[in-house]
């Protein structure tokens, strides 16, 4: 009985971790180029995950099982992943890490208006330019641009050359608003106030992109 019952934890782990790797996967496919700002709870699901995927102690899971899991397990998955957290506010409402975890676990499963709140509630404790980048990046994951700009102004008044703050603006600006010329403004202005930064070349390739969409308008 023992046994039966860790081989259930086992792959309900496995499960939990594909389901939100795949979540990753889709959300970043899907929305572009955007860079978190605060750390993400999904990483070491991910890392499971590959493990689950590539023949793990519960052997591999082929691409059609991602249809065997219901959508309301996905759900219970967050909601278990978020109930210690939201049972520890309730002794302290104002646990700025506690609401920077949760704003994590919702961004990763898509569900901005959760990720905003927890976001939104940790940076009135402290606006930390990371938790800003994130809160920004949900708001106009939300179809809010206008918002998100604002909350990146937040940040950059903080940190003014806080590098992830200046690329999503690029990225709001040229997805967002249309403004390719926009977007290579504040990308230039990255690469010049931090001349050493890791994303280098990936900032140029997006600079000649948005010149030729630019070109083509």
Known sequence: MANSAQAQNQNW???????????????????????????????????????????????????????????????????????????????NPDD?????QLGNIYYDASVYPDAINYYSR?????????????????YFYSGDSKNALSTFDQSLKIDPKHANTLFNI??????????????IMVWEKLLKENPNYEGKQKVQELIERAKAHGSMS
Request: proline share 8%; net charge positive.
């Open 122 to 138: 940790a940076v009135k404790i402290r606006p930390e330019p990371n938790v800003l980048t994130d809160l920004g990046t949900a």
């Open 13 to 91: 782990t496995a499960t939990q971790a594909y389901v939100l790797a795949v979540i990753c996967l889709v959300v970043g496919i899907a929305l572009g180029y955007f860079i978190r700002g605060s750390a993400s709870p999904a990483q070491p699901a991910v890392a499971a995950a590959t493990e689950a995927t590539s023949g793990g102690a519960n052997g591999p899971m082929g691409p059609g099982q991602l249809q065997a899991i219901p959508q309301q397990q996905t759900a219970d998955i967050v909601a278990a992943q978020a109930k210690p957290l939201l049972d520890a506010l309730k002794a």
């Open 170 to 183: 690029g990225i709001v600006k040229w997805q967002g608003l249309k403004d390719p010329k926009g977007a």
């Open 96 to 100: 700025w890490d506690k609401l920077v």
